[in-house]
């Protein structure tokens, strides 16, 4: 804690410094501006009048006198006009008149010559105004490129943010919720940093690097500031994409700055966001050796390598790429340990909600359990989302507490967008949209193998949804089986059987499906080897590439027949499930138009509804599944 005081006590010194340099140039501009409006607004105004008439003025005896210089002429002359006596300052710009002295001299006029010294005005006009306006620009420049200074002297700087305990709320792992397995993991980060002694005595090398590894939203940005809170050292903060610039050699430059910042501050912590921006494996491109990202990459392995993590400077990074980075970053003595953040299961889901909800006013009816199990799949980002979005609901309808109602439509908009209710559709295409999800409805509740119905919507949403039909695992999945896959497709296909059974037309309203159908049954041939004519074998990349030098000499790893074969292959999975999806309908249509009439009239039907509308139980799929085990075990 000392030395953190210490820090503190530093900083506030030099914003003292900064502060009073501040002072001192706005002093210094403000003594400047008010000298010359003395100089040039302050000085006693004169009458300003033209040659012919002062010589008038001479001839009638007013002018009282003078001061002659080369370019201007002084005095004052009698104003008799108001009735009484009064003294008038003149100026006048003289021209060549030689009689002037002989008639000033006749009408006892006293006169002088003048040498005129407009030395300061000129020096203020010409000279220092026009500095401190280029001044006050070049300032506002450089605060809009550089950052600070110079913009030029701060192109070699690090864009890096320092968050000491003082700058911002602390952040510790009571924060973090959900990935409790990544926590434990940085428990020996923290300790390292509060006691390194404890390391050091026994000869433990302490790893350099830690790269936070995950989907997008997963919190690897709120572990890394919480390895800082829980530790009490300075954090750095700086973005991958911070160290490429414009000019060649300013991202290296951009590198050795920051380590050496970290160096000065050690013990601390030096977070790298979005690493793969920075750290994409090198001769992938077509600028060859010489690429400015290179050698960026170039300059960051050398830093690493050079120094010792005995010096309490621990490098954290985060990625949702890992399959595109270097394999230089990644061997041991860099990046030494790599931490999964993935998304959050049930019972981290229920944290991450009540972490958000703690500044949100829940009803007592508001069941953040419910919601964790309504959520599958979602990342932390998404459950703060559904907490913020059910708040807004809240307000805008003016209510004292955030009710279940609209936690389950936060859900909703998180997955398809807010409702369109001003769109205006025709009753025909009302209809269409009704039975499309109707079959889609029907097909999933028939299926043993598929995700139970929530919830059916005719109400449009988002971009492009007319209306959908929403799906929810009763628990989570981390393995789908080949018997889930076929059904999936079927119900995915039924929104088109319905409307070609009902209408003996299609629409392209089953566009998104037909996109999910194909994808999915490329990937039970290709990537699943499911398929019993090609085998257990993977065809393609499964991490593809997205570098142009990869692609350019990378060979294809089946041959054209293979391809042909794959083709035939996915086609016939989508037409055999199609014919499938068209027989359920169709031996079900009095279901199908029971269910689309009512979902025509309700708009949105809830799983009670559907069920009983289907004479549906909600242990049916239980018991069918089980009926199913108990028939593969007897046959076995």
Not at 232 to 252: H, N, R, W, Y
Not at 263 to 272: D, G, L, S, T, W
């Amino acid at each position: 804690m000392k030395k953190t005081d210490k820090n503190s006590k530093g900083k506030i010194s030099k914003n003292l410094k900064s502060k009073k340099a501040g002072f001192s140039i706005g002093y210094l501009l403000l003594f400047l501006v008010v000298l010359y409006i003395i100089q040039m607004f302050m000085s006693p105004k004169s009458d300003e009048i033209p040659y012919s008439q002062f010589r008038q003025y001479l001839s009638e005896g007013k002018i009282v006198d003078c001061s002659i210089g080369e370019k201007v002429i002084r005095g004052h002359y009698e104003d008799s006009l108001s009735g009484k006596d009064k003294l008038i300052a003149f100026v006048t710009v003289p021209i060549q008149d030689p009689k002037l002295v002989n008639e000033l001299e006749k009408q006892n006029v006293k006169f002088k010559g003048e040498v005129e010294n407009n030395f300061l005005r000129n020096m203020l006009m010409w000279w220092i105004f026009p500095f401190v306006i280029i001044a006050i620009a070049w300032f506002f420049i450089s605060k809009r490129i550089g950052g600070m200074g110079t913009p030029f002297m701060s192109f070699g700087k690090a864009k890096i943010k320092l968050y000491a305990e003082e700058d911002a709320q602390k952040i510790t792992f009571a924060d973090v919720a959900g990935c409790d397995e990544a926590k434990e993991e940085l428990q020996e980060i923290i300790e390292f940093l509060k006691y390194p002694q404890k390391f050091q005595k026994l000869g433990g090398k302490i790893p350099k690097g830690v790269l936070l590894v995950g989907p997008p939203g997963t919190g690897k940005t709120l572990l890394a500031k919480a390895v800082a809170g829980e530790s009490g050292v300075p954090f750095f903060s700086i973005s991958g994409s911070d160290f490429v610039e414009m000019f060649v050699g300013m991202g290296a430059a951009r590198v050795r700055d920051m380590f050496e910042q970290a160096k000065q501050k050690a013990p601390c912590i030096v977070f790298i966001d979005e690493l793969d921006s920075v750290g994409r494996q090198r001769g992938a491109g077509l600028g060859g050796g010489h690429d400015e990202r290179e050698q960026t990459l170039n300059q960051l392995l050398a830093e690493m390598d050079g120094f010792s993590s005995q010096k309490g400077v621990i490098i954290i990074a985060a990625t949702n790429r890992p399959d595109v980075l270097d394999y230089a970053l990644l061997r041991p003595g860099r990046f030494d340990r790599q931490i999964t953040v993935d998304r959050p299961d049930l019972i981290g889901r229920e944290a991450i909600l009540k972490v958000h909800a703690k500044n949100v006013k829940v009803a007592p009816n508001g069941n953040l359990k419910t919601i964790a199990k309504r959520t599958p799949g979602f990342s932390g980002a998404d459950l703060a989302n559904v907490i913020n979005e059910a708040a807004l609901l809240a307000a805008r309808r003016d209510k004292k507490f955030v009710e279940m109602g609209e936690l389950e439509e936060s859900i909703e908009r998180v997955i398809a967008g807010p409702e369109r209710k001003s769109r205006v559709i025709s009753d025909e295409e009302k209809r269409i949209v009704a039975y499309h999800e109707s079959g889609h409805t029907l097909v999933a509740a028939l299926l043993p193998n598929t995700d139970p119905v929530h919830k059916v919507s005719i109400i449009a949403r988002g971009a492009a949804a007319l209306g959908y039909t929403l799906q929810l695992p009763a628990e989570d999945k981390y393995l789908t089986k080949e018997s889930e896959i076929l059904d999936t497709l079927c119900v995915l296909l039924a929104g088109r059987a319905a409307e070609e059974i009902i209408f003996n037309e299609l629409s392209t309203g089953a566009q998104n499906d037909l996109e999910r159908v194909t994808k999915l049954s490329r990937n039970y041939v290709c990537k699943f080897g499911m398929s019993s004519l090609l085998g257990p074998q993977t065809f393609g990349r499964q991490s593809g590439n997205i570098f142009l030098g990869h692609d350019l000499v990378q060979e294809k790893e089946f041959s054209e027949k293979t391809a042909l074969e794959i083709d035939q292959e996915v086609s016939r999975i989508i037409k055999e499930s199609y014919t499938k999806a068209k027989s359920l309908v169709e031996k079900n249509r009095d279901k199908l138009e029971l269910l689309a009439k009512k979902l025509e009239e309700e708009e949105v039907l809830e799983s009670d509804q559907i069920l009983e509308l289907l004479n549906l139980k909600k242990e049916n799929k239980e018991e069918a599944k089980e009926e199913k085990l108990v028939v593969k075990n007897k046959t076995k």
